[in-house]
């Protein structure tokens, strides 16, 4: 059975170094700030869910403080060995009750369906336009995938990437 861990609830030691790498290798997931470190804070910020398995991480989610007043959920991991089994949601469904999601505008860019799907039963709701009350800044503007010249005409958006925002 997998269980999820909110701090302070104890993990060991040598789970962010593994948590690293696994995002850091997964395409749709930011390569760039999942070190061992930013993972450890935000789970000792309250604004990061572990999913572990024994002692194994099978799950995580994060909620990135991205600017004041807007945190972005991201970082969203299960285990290839443990998925299809509905762990996503066992990830999602700890978020609303984060200390750090609230009050803030929470939102999630993601290019996978099954991202949106799951977002849906926690509030995560699709909105079309990318400038307002999230700016561009924070939404299309970190795309690792498009160049930025490129990013106002993209033809993903909206199509193959979506933004999401939990309306409060
Ligand atoms: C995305 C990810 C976290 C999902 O985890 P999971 O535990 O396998 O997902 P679950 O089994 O909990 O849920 C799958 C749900 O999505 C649905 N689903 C599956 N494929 C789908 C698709 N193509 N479109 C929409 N929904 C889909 C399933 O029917 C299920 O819905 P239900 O629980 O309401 O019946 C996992 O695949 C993963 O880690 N992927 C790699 C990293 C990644 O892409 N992260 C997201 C970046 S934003």
């Known amino acids: 059975m997998s269980v999820t861990y909110t701090h302070p609830m104890s993990l060991p030691e040598t789970i962010w170094e593994m948590l690293a790498r696994t995002l850091s290798a997964e395409p749709k997931i930011d390569s760039t700030r999942n070190t061992p470190e930013a993972l ?42 443990f998925r299809g089994q509905g762990l996503s949601h066992q990830i999602y469904d700890a978020v609303p009750g984060l200390p750090g999601i609230q009050n803030v505008i929470a939102f999630g860019v993601t290019t996978n369906p099954i991202s949106v799907h799951v977002g849906e ?36 958006r909206n199509t193959s990437c979506w933004l999401r925002i939990i309306e409060k």
């Open 40 to 81: 450890k804070d935000l789970y000792q910020r309250h604004l990061a869910v572990v999913l572990m398995n024994g002692n194994d991480p099978v799950g995580f989610i994060a909620v990135w403080p991205v600017e004041p007043g807007f945190v972005e959920i991201g970082s969203v991991w299960v285990d290839k060995d």
């Open 121 to 156: 039963r926690v509030g995560l709701t699709i909105v079309e336009d990318w400038t307002t009350p999230v700016s561009w800044r924070l939404s299309c503007g970190p795309c690792e995938v498009v160049a930025p010249a490129d990013q106002p005409t993209c033809k993903k």
